[in-house]
Structures are given as C-alpha cells and as structure tokens.
C-alpha cells in the first residue's frame, strides 16, 4: 500500500511539474502577436518591408541563396577560364608544399613564458582605414591568434558577424557587418605562407572565410589537430584554456546574436578571450610537440610532421552549397524517416501526410532561401510533422497547430528565443492554407506559384541580393492556367525583366524626398524660389542670410542679390514642387532626369548650365525608359544633322597620328565612324571565348567588327583584350579585371603602344585622368541596365582641361557632346545653344507626355543667368582656391 501511494504522489507531482512547465513555456515563449486575432480573410504584407536585416546592406555577396553552385576565386590570368577553374583551390601549391614541411615555428616566434594577461583596451575595426592599417600591422608579423562569430538563425547560408584576431601586443574585433564588401582586404595577409595563422578548430572558420569574403587561409596551426595528435583528453577551447591558462569560459555565449551593435561587455569579453590565448597555447602544444618527437626518435610517428599536416589539410577544404534538384526533399526524407516509416502499416493516410511533408519541406525551403532565414526559424520539424498528420485547412488551425507542436516539443526549453509561429509563415499563411485545401501536385509547382506569387511581377516580398538569383536564373514553368503553354518562355522573360526592374528601383531611386520645398526670399521680402535644405545651409553657415520661418524652412538674404526669377519671365523657380513622377504621377519611387543629356550640358558654357533645376525632373523607372529611349534615338539624329559621329572612330598606330590631326570633326564622315562599344565589347568577348569553335562565318563577321575598331590592321589576342576595355569607366575595368583574372595594365602601361583617337588624343592620358573620377548614377544608368551600354567614344578635338577629360571618359558620347557644342557656340553662339535645349525638352515632353510637370515648366526656357557677388560662378572667383562640393550652391 505504501509503494503505490508512493506511486500516486510521484504521479501527481509528476503531472504537476509538466503542467507548469508548459504555462511557464506559454508565458516565456513568443507568440507572434500580430496574429492573436487571426481569420481566414486576414492578409498580410511580407515582414521584411518593415524589418531591416543587416546583411541586406551587403552589396558584395559571394553566396547567394540560389540553386546555383559556389564559385572559388580563381587567380587563373588566362582569359580562357572554365567551371572548372572555380572549384579549384586556388592555393592548393602552396598549401600541399606546407604540409611537407617539418617545422612548426611557433616556438621562436611567440615571446614570453608568462600567461598573457588580456587587459581592458582592444581596437574595433569598424571602417575601412581601420581594416588597412590592420593589414599593415598583420603583414609584419609572423604569427597571429584568428577566430569567428558567425550568426546562422536568420540567414539561410549563414554569415560571417565578427572576425577576432590578436597579435602579441594587441587585439582586434573586425566588424564583419560594417566591412563585408570591404574584408577582402585581408586576403594577401591570410593567403601569405610565410605568417602562420593560428585557429582552434578550423574546419568552420576557413569555410565561412571563403564563402563570404573568397579569404583563403595558408599557412594554418589548429590547436585542436595539435591536441589531437597528442591524444588529449579533450580538445574544446574550453579545456585549452582552462588547463594551460586556468580561465573559465561560458560557451553559452557562443549562441547568442552576434549582428548586435554595440556588441554587449560580456560579448567583447568573450570573443577577446577566444583570440587572445590562443598563441600562448599554441605555443605550449608545440612545445609539446617536439618534445615528444625527442623522446620517439626511432619512432615513425612525427608528431611535429602529423600536427604540421593535419592543420594545413584543413586550409585545402572547399566551401560547397548543397543543391538538390527538388527544394526541401532531403529534409522530407529525413523526417518521413523518422515520424511516419515506424508507423507499421503504410495506409494511404500515411501516404497523403507523406506527400504533405515534401510539400511543407518545399514549401520551407523557398521561403528560407527568399527571406534569407534558416530552415530552423521558418517552420520547425516538429511543426511539419503537426501539420502533415492534422492538415489543418483554416489559417487559424494552421496557426494554433503550428503554435502547439513547437510548444510541446521545446517545453524543456522554456527561454526559446525562437518566435513560433514565425514571421515568415505569419506573413505568409495563406500558402499553407493553399497546400492543405488543393492538390498542389508536384513541388515544381508549388516552386513556380511561389517563386511567381512572391518574387515575380508585382510580388508581396521584397528582392534583395540574396535572392534575384533565385528567380532570374531559374526557368520558370508556369502553371497560371490563364497563359497558355506557348507563352510560358516569354512569361518567364517578363518575369525576370520585372525582377530586374525591381532590384534597380531598390538601388538607384531617391531614398529620401528630392523636393525640399524651402525657401529663399530676397531682403525686400520677394520670394526668390524653392530649394532643398542643403542650399539653405549655405547661405546661414557664411552668415548670408537669417531664418524667417521653420516649418517649412524659410531664409531672408542679408545682400542684394544679382537677378530673381522675374528676370526670367518664368514662375517655375518661384513654385513648390512635388515629389511625384511628372509623366504619370508615380509616388512610390522615382529617379532625378536630366532632360538635356549630360554628354552635351557638361560643356554648356557655366552661365547656360550652372544651377538651374528647371531640366532636372523626376520621373518613374518605367517612364525614365521612355525617355531614354527617345533620347538615344534622338542623338542619332544630332549626329547626322552635325556630321559628327556618336561611336568611335578609327583607332591608328602612334605612327599614323600625325596624319590624323591634320583632320577637322567637319571633314570626318559618319560612314568613317567606327563600331558601338557594345558592339565592339561584345564581338570581342565572344572570339575571346567561343571563337575557336564558332562557324568560320561568323568568326569572320565579329572579326571584321574589331578589325574596323583597329582601323583595319590584322588583330591579336591582346587587341581583343584590349576591345573588351572601350566604354567602360575605371570602376566596371575593375570589376571586369577581379571577374576575368586581367589587370589590363598593358591598356595604360608605357611598355605597350597608346591607342590614339582619330584627332591624335590619347586614350591613355584619358584613362590615367579617368581614374581620378568616380564614376555616378545618372540619368542614362537605366539604359546600361536593359542592354545599352554606357560608350566612351573617342574624336576629341582641342586641349582639354583634366577635369573635362576626366568628365567626357565617363559619361556616355561625351567627346560627340563636347564637338557639338563647340560647333553650335561657334557657328551661333549661346542663341544656338539655347535653341538646342529648346529642341531637347520637345523630344522629352514628345516622349513620355507628361501630366504632373511642375508650374512655369516651358520648353522655351530661357536657362540663363548671372551671378551675384557671392555665386562660386562668379567669374571673378575663378582665381580664387577651389570650394568643396557642398559648397557648389
């Protein structure tokens, strides 16, 4: 009788226990409170237009979220590279040479006997100069402690958050967030052999180095390798530390968020304490090491040898994505393993939840890879065997069902950080509803609705990075019964060009509001015009003027100032302007156009361009190509009406220059004219790569196209190199240099002959000015995006100032703009240059037909002016130092 009342209150308190356990769970854990009162009609928008994510600042990533392979870097200088090229390890020499090597040289390089004590200073490297100087420091050393915090819940590939690395005298924490774009400045020092980097467990770090920032390590002493070939009891950090250094560490912390900034006390702490000791300890292994090699003489064994090979074998480890053909199915694999094969019977009951756990898998996968989240936080395993088994088919069951297996299953857990249900199917529910009340067949076709649902034309989730790819790079096999199976190529087409246009909008349209609509009034109280903040700074920062009124900002001159706008007979200076697309009203995103192209106003004498806002307008992606369009076209015939050709002319050898300078822009034919840069790059690039197994027609074809850019002359393979360069500004030469393995020094070296334009300029002296410009968005960046190339072209005429030049390599047909111009100031002087604007707001307002232009908005704009007293135009400055360009108001 005892025993079994024992066995009653044990029971009982046993029930006891589990019921608090769970309200503990229920008040500890995060129910997504947006949806407390959820029903089958509630909709929502994706989470992630309101929440930002850090690595969605990133501009440089490596490792998309696409089904795409992982590509190496590849220091391969031939152009001719393959697949291949990138899944090689591109220091695999050098590495495989170091693990032949019997010396480990920790033992003279690390000072001191002495535990080193952490004191409270360390460097944060959070800018670039900082990083710069890191590598400065690093280069000179011979040995430094590196080691990593990584964040993986909310990301789907995970990312590399802190990079800890201490040196003798100093530690440093890299903020991997601030500088991702930026990290591949330490790749020389980690790929040095020479400077012996020093891990604890290796095998993660050197792969998440790749991945993010193409750093490769060489040269590499893992203390756990070294632990393991001296059979140690354990080989944690933890032990190391505590055995050699007698410090305790909580690991917990290893867990925790490392994108927050600042980062906590406790966090720094922690993560200097993993760098720290590191050489300390490394050292003492080696010691170790060595002995043992003394004691073992006639021993086959090296411990110094095994240690030395085991950490440099790490360093050849390659970074891969998992791709499967079907999105999710391992996974499903997994858990139908697990959940559903020990049931006993595989009754059709079983069968169906079967096909809805490769369905909820698929389903999970994609919104992982489209939000950049983990498997983890998007729907928990054990939520996907809950819903395989009830099929819930209302939203709020969905939701409850969801609520409840997670609630169970981590009731021991009761601090779960993870919210349940997630953001992702709370934004997203309605997906699961579709599941559970159709039969969504295949999971190609749950791929296609989702991809086309979310991603495509007029999608609920915002595109990023991380997953354009996704979507531009898969074809697309739709299932919209409303578009027929004949369309579905183009509809895929669309679909991508929707994608294109959508990640260009995210990137190039004004973040912030372009009209300020502030206001400047002249001393006698007449309003002058409208302007943004930044102009009103400048007036009140030198004392020139007082603020009148604050809302909106209002200034009065405290000087007389030179003209107004009724000099102009013009009102639209004196309007307030909204910030609205002026062809169809579009308010969510617009882009600043320039309605007279730059190539021909940057060389408007100063008085006709200097300041006037008047033919800079707003206007939508959609109607900025419009306008584009018609602006391209338009420069053909200005090209043929002046005789003055937009592309390149023939390009000479140094020994024909001389004849070409005797030749005027005037006598120079359009026939004469050579090859777009498009064209030309474009016929360059494919005989570079396909030109030995294309038709001989068509070898003979792109042939003769860069044999006209040459003048005629026979070309090499260096010539085609040297064609893939025309047109591009020093940035996209970069880029071409780092994607292709070319540095394209022989372009601008003096070893290789200057390729001269037709007048005799040469090209080199552009590029070397070039260089000195960073290159902007403007107004034709559209164009390059859809397929019109940005050209620089050639037939200068004149001396050109460097900044001139400077300016004319980079913007498109800028020495066809600069000949225009001279010829027009020439022949009719400002009148001609004015009607020539005049000319060019036609074929705007021809173009586009706009709705929403500002008040006082004429084509015949007059677009003169003169310059006060204090105006940094005012010819009378011109001798005076240079302003900063904030100051150009």
């Not at 190496?72 to 390890?89: A, K, P, V």
């Not at 480990?104 to 200073?121: A, R």
């Not at 996907?384 to 069951?397: F, G, H, K, W, Y």
């Not at 578009?483 to 909008?505: C, D, I, P, Q, W």
Request: glycine share 4%.
């Amino acid at each position: 009788m005892e025993n079994k009342e024992k066995m009653k209150i044990a029971v009982a308190a046993a029930c006891l226990a589990a019921t608090i356990t769970v309200i503990v769970a229920t008040l500890y854990r995060k129910p997504r409170k947006n949806k407390q009162h959820l029903t089958d009609s509630d909709s929502f928008s994706c989470y992630l237009k309101t929440k930002h994510k850090p690595q969605h600042s990133f501009k440089r990533v490596l490792a998309d979220n696409s089904y795409s392979p992982f590509r190496h870097l590849n220091l391969n200088s031939s152009s001719q590279t393959t697949d291949n090229n990138f899944n090689l390890h591109p220091y695999k020499s050098e590495i495989t040479q170091l693990m032949k090597n019997s010396k480990i040289q920790l033992m003279s390089n690390v000072e001191g006997k002495m535990i080193p004590e952490m004191k409270d200073s360390y460097v944060w490297v959070d800018t670039e100069f900082k990083l710069k100087e890191l590598a400065d420091v690093l280069s000179k050393e011979c040995v430094f402690a590196v080691d990593t915090e990584q964040h993986s819940l909310h990301s789907f590939l995970g990312f590399t958050a802190l990079i800890q690395i201490s040196t003798q005298s100093e530690d440093y924490l890299v903020d991997t967030i601030a500088l991702h774009d930026v990290l591949p400045i330490l790749r020389p020092v980690f790929a040095n052999s020479s400077i012996c980097k020093v891990f604890h467990g290796a095998d993660n770090d050197v792969l998440w180095l790749q991945k993010d920032f193409h750093i490769y390590v060489v040269n590499l002493f893992d203390t756990a390798k070294g632990c393991e070939v001296l059979s140690k009891p354990q080989k944690s950090l933890a032990y190391l530390l505590e055995t050699y250094c007698g410090v305790a560490t909580d690991k917990s912390l290893q867990r925790e968020d490392w994108r927050q900034r600042p980062l906590p006390t406790e966090m720094v702490h922690y993560a200097r304490t993993d760098s720290h000791y590191l050489l300390y300890i490394a050292k003492c292994l080696a010691s170790e090491l060595i002995e043992q090699d003394k004691s073992c003489l006639n021993d086959k064994f090296h411990f110094v040898v095994e240690a030395n090979r085991r950490s440099n074998a790490t360093c050849l480890q390659l970074f891969v994505k998992d791709i499967e053909s079907c999105p999710g199915e391992s996974a499903a694999s997994s858990i139908i393993n697990r959940h559903f094969n020990d049931r006993g019977s595989a009754s059709s009951i079983t069968c169906h939840a079967k096909d809805f756990v490769r369905q909820l898998c698929t389903w999970r996968d994609l919104m992982a890879r489209m939000h950049d989240e983990s498997l983890k936080y998007v729907l928990s395993d054990q939520a996907i065997v809950a819903l395989a088994a009830d099929a819930p088919t209302s939203e709020r069951d969905i939701y409850d069902c969801i609520l409840q297996a997670d609630m169970s299953f981590d009731s021991l857990n009761v601090l779960s950080t993870v919210d349940s249900p997630s953001a992702v199917v709370c934004s997203h529910i309605e997906d699961l509803a579709y599941i559970f009340n159709n039969d969504a067949g295949k999971n190609e076709d749950i791929f296609n609705l989702i991809l086309q649902k979310h991603l495509g034309p007029n999608g609920s989730c915002p595109l990023s990075v991380y997953n354009y790819t996704l979507l531009s790079k898969r074809s697309l096999k739709l299932t919209n019964q409303l578009v027929s199976k004949g369309n579905t190529y183009n509809h895929s087409k669309k679909v991508s060009r929707m994608a294109s246009r959508e990640l260009f909008v995210q990137k190039f349209s004004c973040k912030s509001p372009a009209y300020h609509n502030c206001r400047i009034y002249a001393n006698d109280g007449r309003l002058l015009c409208y302007c943004d903040r930044r102009k009103l700074e400048w007036y009140l920062r030198r004392d020139l003027a007082k603020l009148v009124d604050d809302d909106p900002l209002a200034i009065m001159l405290l000087f007389e100032p030179k003209g107004g706008p009724e000099d102009d007979d013009n009102d639209f200076y004196v309007q307030s302007k909204k910030n609205i697309c002026v062809g169809c009203g579009e308010e969510n995103h617009y882009l600043r156009y320039r309605v007279i192209p730059s190539c021909y106003r940057v060389h408007f004498p100063e008085h006709l361009k200097s300041h006037r806002s008047h033919d800079i307008v707003l206007v939508c992606v959609d109607c900025h190509e419009i306008a584009h369009s018609a602006a391209e076209k338009y420069k053909r015939i200005v090209a043929a009406e002046f005789g003055i050709p937009l592309f390149l002319q023939k390009v000479v050898d140094p020994s024909q220059a001389q004849e070409k300078l005797g030749l005027s822009a005037s006598s120079a034919h359009l026939e004469d004219a050579g090859v777009s840069p498009l064209e030309l790059r474009t016929a360059a690039m494919a005989l570079l790569r396909h030109g030995h197994r294309m038709p001989s027609k068509r070898h003979e074809e792109l042939t003769q196209i860069v044999m006209k850019y040459y003048g005629g002359r026979t070309i090499s393979q260096e010539d085609l190199e040297r064609a893939l360069e025309v047109g591009m500004s020093p940035h996209e030469r970069r880029r071409a240099a780092k994607k292709r393995g070319l540095s394209f020094k022989h372009a601008v070296t003096g070893s290789e002959p200057d390729i001269t334009e037709s007048n005799g300029t040469s090209r080199t002296c552009l590029e070397s000015e070039a260089t000195k410009v960073d290159a902007g968005v403007d107004s034709e960046c559209y164009g390059t995006l859809n397929g019109t190339a940005s050209e620089f072209n050639g037939t200068l005429t004149g001396t050109l100032s460097s900044k001139s030049a400077s300016k004319m390599s980079l913007l498109g047909h800028g020495p066809h703009g600069n000949q225009v111009v001279n010829h027009l100031l020439k022949e009719y002087g400002d009148d001609g240059v004015q009607e020539f604007c005049q000319r060019w707001r036609q074929v705007f307002v021809d173009a586009i037909k706009p709705r929403f232009l500002p008040a006082g908005w004429d084509v015949t704009h007059s677009g003169r002016r003169d310059f006060g007293e204090f105006s940094v135009y005012n010819p009378a400055k011109k001798g005076s130092a240079p302003v900063t360009s904030h100051e150009h108001i």
